[in-house]
């Protein structure tokens, strides 16, 4: 799998494809980003029978990858891998691999979603049918403070963590909800909306 297929995905693709299985939890021991640019297919493409490091495992990787790759010329992650039968193996992976692992979750949470979405007796119709031809990477709309792509509503489904742009999502649509219900042109409103944003500044 490379980026620009995932990239090109409908919602109603997803439907139909057979990723990578997840790994178990624990499966990336230790790591250390390293200068050597590889080559090998193995290193920059994620075959079909491949496991797939966890969003949680691969975040810390995700964050810092950038940093390392501006200020120290870092090009891939040398990788501990714990097998099934719990033995060790490395592996490098590629920037852009990393990158596709992360794709690929996004992929799966935008497969559950259309699922919960053709079961849901809950969502008004069309929508799930509306949702079936638009792009995993499209953008959502009309919030002021955010900006995501829609496979990440798929966090929502189950617990997992939830993505801080769909939380910012969430809380402005409540804030609006609860502006209207007691809107009044002379008083202002008694609660304030804090994105997590200005949290963190």
Known sequence: YLTTFFNLLSF???????????APKGFIVCWIFILDVPSDCDSIIVQPDEMIPLTSE????SFAMTSAFEKDGMRSVLLNLCQADSTEMT?????????ICAISHSVNQACELMHYMGSSTLLPPGVADT??????????QGFQITEF???????LLGETYIEEDVL????ELLYFLEATRNWSPTIDPSFLFLPTLFLNN
Do not use: E, M, R, W
């Open 168 to 171: 910012n999502a969430l809380s």
């Open 131 to 140: 949702l079936h031809s638009v792009s995993i990477k499209s953008l959502i």
């Open 58 to 61: 691969l975040l810390p990787i």
């Open 91 to 99: 592996a490098v992976y590629h920037f852009s691999k990393v990158c």
């Open 12 to 22: 109603n693709d997803t439907l139909n494809l057979h990723l990578p299985p997840s």
């Open 149 to 155: 792509p829609l496979c990440q509503l798929g966090c």
